[in-house]
Nanobody, 114 residues
Framework: QVRLVESGGGLVQPGGSLRLSCAAS????????MGWYRQAPGKKRELVAT???????NYADSVKGRFTITRDNAKNAVYLQMNSLKPEDTAVYYC????????WGQGTQVTVSS
C-alpha cells in the first residue's frame, strides 16, 4: 500500500508560479513511477507529467516548457514546478504512484485567476 499526500496548491495570478509537492510512503519509493495528473471541472482527469524510477520525464503538450517534474528519492517526494501559469491550468492536481498497483493522493486545488 502506498500513501500519497499533496501540498502546495493555491490561488495564483496568470503568469505566476506554484510548486506542488507529494510525499509518498514506502521503503522502495525509488522504484515507483510517479506522476501528476489534473482534473478541471466538467472534464476528465488528464496526465500532466510523469517521472519513472530511472527513465526520462514525460509531459503533456499543454505544459511543456512551463512545468517541470522532479523527484527526490532520499525524501520520498515528487515535485511539480509550474511556471507561466494560465487560467486553463486551473484544476485539482493529483499525485500518482505506480508500483504494485495504481495509487492516488487526495488532490490539491490550483486556481489561476486575476
Amino acid at each position: 500500500q502506498v500513501r500519497l499526500v499533496e501540498s502546495g496548491g493555491g490561488l495564483v495570478q496568470p503568469g505566476g508560479s506554484l510548486r506542488l509537492s507529494c510525499a509518498a510512503s514506502g521503503n522502495i519509493f525509488r522504484a515507483y513511477t510517479m506522476g501528476w495528473y489534473r482534473q478541471a471541472p466538467g472534464k476528465k482527469r488528464e496526465l500532466v507529467a510523469t517521472i519513472p524510477s530511472g527513465g526520462s520525464t514525460n509531459y503533456a503538450d499543454s505544459v511543456k516548457g512551463r512545468f517541470t517534474i522532479t523527484r527526490d528519492n532520499a525524501k520520498n517526494a515528487v515535485y511539480l514546478q509550474m511556471n507561466s501559469l494560465k487560467p486553463e491550468d486551473t484544476a485539482v492536481y493529483y499525485c500518482n504512484a505506480v508500483w504494485d498497483g495504481d495509487y492516488w493522493g487526495q488532490g490539491t486545488q490550483v486556481t489561476v485567476s486575476s
